[in-house]
Protein backbone atom coordinates (compact mmCIF):
# COMPACT_ATOMS: atom_id res chain seq x y z
CA UNK A 1 0.00 0.00 0.00
CA UNK A 2 1.18 3.19 -1.42
CA UNK A 3 0.29 6.32 1.93
CA UNK A 4 -0.62 9.88 -0.22
CA UNK A 5 0.46 12.36 2.34
CA UNK A 6 -1.19 15.39 3.46
CA UNK A 7 -1.16 18.97 5.35
CA UNK A 8 0.22 17.05 8.10
CA UNK A 9 2.73 16.60 9.60
CA UNK A 10 3.63 12.51 9.47
CA UNK A 11 4.71 9.81 7.46
CA UNK A 12 3.22 5.91 8.12
CA UNK A 13 5.63 3.57 9.42
CA UNK A 14 8.78 2.96 7.09
CA UNK A 15 8.23 -0.48 7.97
CA UNK A 16 4.93 -0.05 5.59
CA UNK A 17 6.75 0.50 2.69
CA UNK A 18 6.61 -1.61 -0.37
CA UNK A 19 8.56 -4.12 -1.02
CA UNK A 20 10.73 -2.01 -3.49
CA UNK A 21 10.92 0.45 -0.77
CA UNK A 22 7.97 3.50 -1.97
CA UNK A 23 6.17 4.16 1.11
CA UNK A 24 4.23 7.71 0.59
CA UNK A 25 3.66 10.13 -1.67
CA UNK A 26 2.53 13.99 -1.70
CA UNK A 27 3.79 16.43 0.70
CA UNK A 28 6.04 18.92 0.45
CA UNK A 29 9.68 19.62 0.99
CA UNK A 30 9.46 21.47 4.14
CA UNK A 31 12.68 22.02 6.25
CA UNK A 32 10.21 20.36 9.13
CA UNK A 33 9.19 17.49 6.93
CA UNK A 34 12.22 16.64 5.79
CA UNK A 35 13.84 16.54 9.01
CA UNK A 36 11.25 14.37 10.11
CA UNK A 37 11.42 11.65 7.26
CA UNK A 38 15.31 11.31 7.46
CA UNK A 39 15.00 10.97 11.56
CA UNK A 40 12.01 8.24 10.28
CA UNK A 41 14.70 6.46 7.69
CA UNK A 42 12.74 7.96 4.82
CA UNK A 43 13.90 10.29 2.11
CA UNK A 44 12.57 11.63 -1.06
CA UNK A 45 13.36 10.48 -4.45
CA UNK A 46 11.96 11.46 -7.86
CA UNK A 47 11.97 12.83 -11.08
CA UNK A 48 11.07 16.05 -12.82
CA UNK A 49 7.42 16.15 -13.66
CA UNK A 50 6.16 13.76 -10.78
CA UNK A 51 4.58 14.28 -7.03
CA UNK A 52 6.89 13.96 -4.51
CA UNK A 53 7.81 10.13 -3.70
CA UNK A 54 9.02 8.69 -0.49
CA UNK A 55 10.63 5.97 0.10
CA UNK A 56 12.64 3.63 2.64
CA UNK A 57 14.41 0.77 0.86
CA UNK A 58 14.87 -3.11 2.36
CA UNK A 59 17.80 -3.69 2.39
CA UNK A 60 19.79 -0.11 3.13
CA UNK A 61 23.30 0.57 2.11
CA UNK A 62 25.12 1.52 4.99
CA UNK A 63 29.14 2.69 5.72
CA UNK A 64 30.26 2.50 9.21
CA UNK A 65 33.25 5.21 9.24
CA UNK A 66 35.57 2.39 10.86
CA UNK A 67 35.03 0.00 8.43
CA UNK A 68 35.98 2.48 5.58
CA UNK A 69 38.57 0.71 3.05
CA UNK A 70 41.19 3.08 1.89
CA UNK A 71 43.67 1.59 -0.64
CA UNK A 72 47.40 2.46 -0.68
CA UNK A 73 46.91 4.07 -4.09
CA UNK A 74 44.00 6.25 -2.66
CA UNK A 75 45.76 7.03 0.01
CA UNK A 76 48.33 8.25 -1.80
CA UNK A 77 46.62 10.77 -3.94
CA UNK A 78 45.47 12.12 -0.66
CA UNK A 79 48.70 12.63 0.68
CA UNK A 80 49.96 13.92 -2.09
CA UNK A 81 48.18 17.34 -2.05
CA UNK A 82 47.29 17.19 -5.60
CA UNK A 83 43.27 18.06 -4.23
CA UNK A 84 41.95 20.63 -1.90
CA UNK A 85 38.88 19.72 0.54
CA UNK A 86 36.95 22.21 1.92
CA UNK A 87 33.19 21.67 3.50
CA UNK A 88 30.03 23.21 3.31
CA UNK A 89 31.83 26.62 0.97
CA UNK A 90 29.39 25.71 -2.00
CA UNK A 91 26.57 23.77 -1.24
CA UNK A 92 24.34 25.23 -4.22
CA UNK A 93 27.13 24.60 -6.87
CA UNK A 94 27.81 20.94 -5.03
CA UNK A 95 23.88 19.99 -5.50
CA UNK A 96 23.87 21.29 -9.01
CA UNK A 97 26.71 19.74 -10.52
CA UNK A 98 25.64 16.18 -8.89
CA UNK A 99 22.76 16.80 -10.45
CA UNK A 100 24.32 17.68 -14.35
CA UNK A 101 26.47 14.49 -13.98
CA UNK A 102 25.87 11.13 -16.15
CA UNK A 103 25.22 8.36 -14.49
CA UNK A 104 24.62 4.62 -16.41
CA UNK A 105 21.40 3.75 -17.50
CA UNK A 106 19.88 7.18 -16.39
CA UNK A 107 17.89 9.75 -18.48
CA UNK A 108 17.32 12.50 -16.28
CA UNK A 109 18.28 13.95 -12.98
CA UNK A 110 16.21 13.67 -9.68
CA UNK A 111 18.02 16.10 -8.25
CA UNK A 112 15.51 18.77 -9.49
CA UNK A 113 15.61 23.10 -8.88
CA UNK A 114 12.99 22.30 -6.26
CA UNK A 115 14.91 19.70 -4.94
CA UNK A 116 18.05 21.91 -4.74
CA UNK A 117 16.22 24.92 -3.20
CA UNK A 118 14.67 22.51 -0.18
CA UNK A 119 18.30 21.21 0.36
CA UNK A 120 19.77 24.36 0.48
CA UNK A 121 17.22 25.94 3.07
CA UNK A 122 18.34 22.58 5.26
CA UNK A 123 22.02 23.76 4.70
CA UNK A 124 21.56 27.25 5.62
CA UNK A 125 19.91 25.55 9.09
CA UNK A 126 22.91 23.37 9.56
CA UNK A 127 21.16 20.03 8.43
CA UNK A 128 22.45 19.72 5.11
CA UNK A 129 26.24 19.15 4.34
CA UNK A 130 28.74 20.13 1.37
CA UNK A 131 32.04 18.59 0.83
CA UNK A 132 33.99 20.32 -2.27
CA UNK A 133 36.94 18.81 -4.11
CA UNK A 134 39.55 21.73 -5.83
CA UNK A 135 42.23 20.86 -8.30
CA UNK A 136 43.93 24.37 -9.04
CA UNK A 137 41.10 26.56 -7.85
CA UNK A 138 39.06 24.30 -9.81
CA UNK A 139 35.73 22.23 -8.26
CA UNK A 140 36.34 18.86 -10.09
CA UNK A 141 34.17 16.83 -7.44
CA UNK A 142 32.28 16.55 -4.19
CA UNK A 143 28.99 15.49 -2.57
CA UNK A 144 26.04 15.97 -0.50
CA UNK A 145 23.86 14.72 2.43
CA UNK A 146 21.97 15.51 5.16
CA UNK A 147 23.16 15.16 9.40
CA UNK A 148 21.00 14.43 12.15
CA UNK A 149 22.29 13.62 15.56
CA UNK A 150 24.83 10.64 14.72
CA UNK A 151 23.54 9.80 11.27
CA UNK A 152 24.70 11.18 8.20
CA UNK A 153 22.40 10.15 4.82
CA UNK A 154 24.65 10.59 1.49
CA UNK A 155 22.69 11.72 -1.01
CA UNK A 156 24.82 12.01 -4.40
CA UNK A 157 28.19 12.74 -5.74
CA UNK A 158 30.37 13.70 -8.63
CA UNK A 159 33.46 13.86 -9.96
CA UNK A 160 35.03 15.58 -13.50
CA UNK A 161 38.38 14.23 -12.74
CA UNK A 162 39.51 10.57 -11.53
CA UNK A 163 39.60 10.20 -7.66
CA UNK A 164 38.19 13.37 -6.76
CA UNK A 165 34.88 12.34 -5.06
CA UNK A 166 36.35 9.04 -3.34
CA UNK A 167 38.78 11.98 -1.92
CA UNK A 168 35.95 13.88 -0.92
CA UNK A 169 33.95 10.66 0.18
CA UNK A 170 37.06 9.69 2.32
CA UNK A 171 37.98 13.55 3.87
CA UNK A 172 33.70 13.56 4.76
CA UNK A 173 34.04 10.01 6.80
CA UNK A 174 37.09 10.57 8.67
CA UNK A 175 35.58 14.13 9.77
CA UNK A 176 32.38 12.47 10.63
CA UNK A 177 33.84 9.78 12.57
CA UNK A 178 35.98 12.11 14.65
CA UNK A 179 32.93 14.40 15.35
CA UNK A 180 30.80 11.07 16.99
CA UNK A 181 28.94 9.93 13.48
CA UNK A 182 27.90 5.77 14.21
CA UNK A 183 26.52 5.31 10.54
CA UNK A 184 26.36 6.74 7.20
CA UNK A 185 23.29 6.10 4.99
CA UNK A 186 24.18 5.48 1.72
CA UNK A 187 20.76 4.35 0.72
CA UNK A 188 20.97 2.04 -2.31
CA UNK A 189 23.86 -0.31 -3.07
CA UNK A 190 26.37 0.80 -5.38
CA UNK A 191 29.88 -1.23 -6.63
CA UNK A 192 31.49 1.72 -6.39
CA UNK A 193 30.76 2.56 -2.18
CA UNK A 194 30.81 -1.03 -1.77
CA UNK A 195 34.38 -1.08 -2.48
CA UNK A 196 35.15 2.02 0.22
CA UNK A 197 33.24 -0.61 2.56
CA UNK A 198 30.00 0.20 2.62
CA UNK A 199 27.14 -3.21 3.41
CA UNK A 200 23.90 -3.74 3.02
CA UNK A 201 21.86 -4.17 6.31
CA UNK A 202 17.98 -4.86 6.67
CA UNK A 203 15.28 -2.38 7.14
CA UNK A 204 14.47 -2.81 10.69
CA UNK A 205 18.27 -3.06 11.42
CA UNK A 206 18.34 0.53 9.95
CA UNK A 207 15.57 1.99 11.46
CA UNK A 208 16.79 0.88 14.85
CA UNK A 209 20.02 2.56 14.52
CA UNK A 210 17.80 5.42 13.42
CA UNK A 211 16.19 5.53 16.66
CA UNK A 212 18.98 4.85 18.70
CA UNK A 213 21.51 7.52 16.73
CA UNK A 214 19.16 10.60 14.94
CA UNK A 215 18.80 13.07 18.27
Not at 64 to 80: A, D, G, N
Not at 125 to 148: C, N, Q
Not at 186 to 202: D, K, N, P
Request: overall charge neutral.
Amino acid sequence: MIFKLRKELTFPPASLAEPEGLLAVGGDLSVKRLMLAYKSGIFPWYSEGEPILWWSPDPRFVLYPEKLKVSKSLERVIRSGRFEVTLNRDFRTVMSNCGSAKRRGESDTWITSEMIDAYCRLNEKGHAWSVEVWEKGELVGGLYGVKYGCIFSGESMFAKVSNASKVGLVFLVRHLQAVGCKVIDCQVVTEHLRSLGAEEISRDEYLDIVCCYSG
